[in-house]
């Protein structure tokens, strides 16, 4: 009979080596969390640990770890490691969600990303009647190619044009993980880095990287509407590849964005990102 309990900071390597193996397969596949050990126990220490304990719930069967379930939350909102289950079963991955979900009474709102390859979580979906929101495409590019300005100026953010940066975000990204604010706060802490675009001295775009153990990832890009098709996304993309890469020891940068985005993705492609996999976004909300 299976059991379910908190694991302690302690526990956060052992959940690394466990987590790593089953999110290697694609059947078994969840979220954005790596297939490292060592870049995904840098994200438990960075956004799972509360004290002496963590947002890690684990099932065991003796104590042999068969299951996992991550919230990596703020306030009532929560990105959802997982479900990850050795089991099929979804009766006993509901159990197990339900003892998970109890260990964490204030969050209200849950979002989930699967591979399009696991039918058994995507079947737990559907017993949640989780909403699916949307599918997204995971693309890698390795060794950026040189790119320089021409057009544009590139600017690494310190302290200045917030407002206009403030609205443009919120116009091109109303209901997503990171606002603005977040976006500037974190931009100040090492491994983060915020570009601000400028055309004859007039702010046209951003694009903001997070680095991990492997790589980094582009988490915002985005263009002013009324500078499209002038060429200046291409050359923002480009320069802001090269530059970040130049000025890290990492050569990798992975993206996330919208399957059906028929204005990004052609140009995610033409600078050379392939794409690595396909993530279902789920949302659940506790009536």
């Known amino acids: ?31 954005y969390c790596g297939s490292s050990k060592e870049e995904i126990l840098e994200s438990l220490r960075e956004d799972f640990v509360e004290g002496e304990s963590t947002s890690l719930v684990a ?42 979900t109890n260990e964490f009474p204030q969050l209200k709102s849950y ?21 699916l929101r949307g599918k997204h495409l995971y693309y890698r590019i390795q060794q950026p190619a040189k790119a320089e300005s021409h057009k544009l100026t590139l600017e690494t953010y310190s302290n200045q044009d917030n407002q206009k940066f403030i609205e443009l ?4 990204f109303p209901d997503t993980y990171y606002d603005a604010k977040t976006i500037l ?8 880095t915020l570009y601000f675009a400028y055309f004859e001295k007039e702010f046209v775009g951003y694009s903001f990287f997070e680095e991990g153990i492997d790589s980094i990832h582009l988490e915002y890009f985005a263009l002013d509407s009324f500078y499209r098709g002038q060429g200046f996304g291409e050359e923002l993309l480009r320069v802001s590849l090269y530059q970040v890469t130049s000025a890290s020891n990492l050569n990798t940068v992975t993206l996330t964005v919208d ?22 976004n789920y949302r659940f909300e506790t009536k």
Not at 69 to 87: K, N, T
Not at 185 to 191: D, K, N, T
Not at 259 to 273: R, S
């Open 59 to 100: 099932e065991l069967e003796g104590e042999t770890i068969i299951g996992m379930i991550g919230f990596d939350y703020e306030e009532e909102f929560a990105e959802v490691w997982g479900p990850f289950s050795l089991s099929s079963n979804t009766e006993e991955t509901l159990a197990f969600w339900n003892f998970a």
């Open 185 to 192: 706060e974190r931009s100040l802490l090492q491994g983060h």
């Open 1 to 31: 009979m299976s059991t379910y309990i908190r694991l302690d900071a302690s526990q956060l390597e052992m959940a690394a080596e466990w987590l790593a193996r089953v999110n290697s397969q694609t059947t078994s596949h969840c979220g």
């Open 111 to 131: 979002s989930f990303f699967l591979h399009k390859d696991n039918s058994t979580q995507q079947k737990f979906m559907n017993t949640l009647q989780a909403e």
């Open 169 to 172: 975000h919120d116009t091109e």
């Open 259 to 280: 399957l059906l985005n028929d204005a990004a993705n052609p140009l995610y492609e033409k600078v050379g990102f392939e794409i690595e996999n396909e993530l279902w």
